[in-house]
Every structure is written in structure tokens, then in C-alpha cells.
């Protein structure tokens, strides 16, 4: 079945460090894939999203590449802020299933940036 | 996106006692979910939830459990029965407006004792 598989963490970074938190996916078809963020104590919010190969979702400065040839989706962030320090989840849509909407989420990776 | 809003925010119930939740999104929306975070997990599906019929559960859940209810194209309930200290979790609503961007309500966190 559909699968996604991230980088364990927790991720410990410094104020404006470079961030890639890796995802791999398994899936039959064309997923679309996604990351979404959870801040301390809140629910998840979409971060950004790719639906096709070659793809990139971009938002806050955070990027993702639908990679279909390495199977990717890895997160990647140029200069990391204490704001960011969250949990990550990459997900991908399980197409044919309920027409959309179910996800499946890999492990999440929390993140923790230091000033 | 839509804008989903859950009740309770978070709750502490004794074992063997029910619990119901409220999902309620600004717009008609044909499909909700409920999705379920363990503490220190990620999320899985329990349901889906469609307006007119009965909610679809995944594997390793069951409707005596997890009854869910779905009125009308912009609210559903979900209980969890029986409760047990392994039920303590974060629940969550999502819908994606017939597109494959789920949209999540802020959770409902629950302690079983």
C-alpha cells in the first residue's frame, strides 16, 4: 500500500541555519504530496503542496520538490527561525480512495531552532 | 480553505465514559474526515464521514466505537465510547472541499484517566 516514510528527528537547529527534512513516498498512481506543520499545542496547517512531478510548492520561505524519479518530497528551508520550531508531517493524497481526502501522513519531524 | 472549528477544545473524562465531538466547517462540504493523533504520533483516518449515509471506517476501527454522525453539509459529531486510557489522543476534523488539500480544525485533545 501507500506509504510515507520521513526523517526521524527531533531536529535540533541555530537561528538561520539551512533545514532539509527528508520524505520518501510509496505510492501507486500520482499522489499529490504535501507538508503540513504543527506549532505547540495547535492542530495542523497546510504549508505547502505539489500535485505533479517536478512541482514546487513554495510558502514562508520553505520549498519542495515533487521528485517522481527519486520517489521525493524533501522540505527544505534557507535560513530556519525560532518561530519555525514545530512539527513537520509529509503526507501524500491517497488517490482513489473516497474521492481524495484521505491522507497518509509519514511520522512527523519535530524541529527545535535555537537562537 | 475552509474554516473548521471543533468543540471541545480539550477534555479530561473518566475510563468507561463517552465522549462526543463537534466539527463544524463554514461551508457545505460533501466529505469530512476524522483522523486520530496519539500522543507523540502521527495522524490516521478512522472515518469518513459523507452527509446521507453511513460514515466509511478504516481498518481498526468500528462504528460501536466511533459512531459518527453527519446531519447536514457542514457539521458532524464524532463519539468515542467506552472510553479507555489508550483513547487518549487528538482528534481532528478535516474537509477538502472536493479537492485533495485537506484543511484541519484546531483538535480536540482528550485525557482519559
Known amino acids: 500500500g501507500n506509504s510515507v516514510t520521513q526523517m526521524e528527528g527531533p531536529v535540533t537547529l541555530s537561528e538561520e541555519a539551512f533545514l532539509t527534512i527528508n520524505c520518501t513516498y510509496t505510492a501507486t498512481g500520482y499522489p499529490s504530496l504535501f507538508w503540513y506543520v504543527q506549532y505547540p499545542g495547535e492542530g495542523l496547517q497546510l504549508l505547502l503542496k505539489a500535485t505533479k512531478a517536478d512541482d514546487k510548492g513554495s510558502n514562508k520561505g520553505f520549498e519542495a520538490t515533487y521528485r517522481k524519479e527519486t520517489t521525493s518530497f524533501h522540505l527544505e528551508k534557507g535560513s530556519v527561525q525560532v518561530s519555525d520550531s514545530a512539527v513537520y508531517f509529509c503526507a501524500l493524497s491517497d488517490i482513489g480512495k473516497n474521492q481524495g481526502g484521505k491522507l497518509i501522513f509519514g511520522q512527523g519531524t519535530e524541529l527545535s531552532v535555537k537562537p | 480553505s475552509a474554516v473548521i472549528s471543533q468543540k471541545p477544545s480539550r477534555d479530561i473524562c473518566q475510563r468507561g465514559t463517552s465522549l462526543t465531538i463537534q466539527c463544524q466547517v463554514d461551508?457545505?462540504?460533501?466529505?469530512m474526515f476524522w483522523y486520530r493523533q496519539q500522543p507523540g504520533q502521527s495522524l490516521t483516518l478512522i472515518a469518513t464521514?459523507?452527509?446521507?449515509?453511513?460514515?466509511?471506517?478504516e481498518s481498526g476501527f468500528v462504528i460501536d466505537k466511533f459512531p459518527i454522525s453527519r446531519p447536514n453539509l457542514t457539521f458532524s459529531t464524532l463519539t468515542v465510547s467506552n472510553m479507555s486510557p489508550e483513547d487518549s489522543s487528538i482528534y481532528l476534523c478535516?474537509?477538502?472541499?472536493?479537492?485533495?488539500?485537506?484543511?484541519f480544525g484546531p483538535g480536540t485533545r482528550l485525557t482519559v484517566l
Open positions: 478535516s474537509t477538502g472541499q472536493g479537492t485533495d488539500t485537506q484543511y
Open positions: 461551508s457545505q462540504v460533501t466529505m
Open positions: 464521514a459523507n452527509q446521507g449515509s453511513e460514515a466509511t471506517y
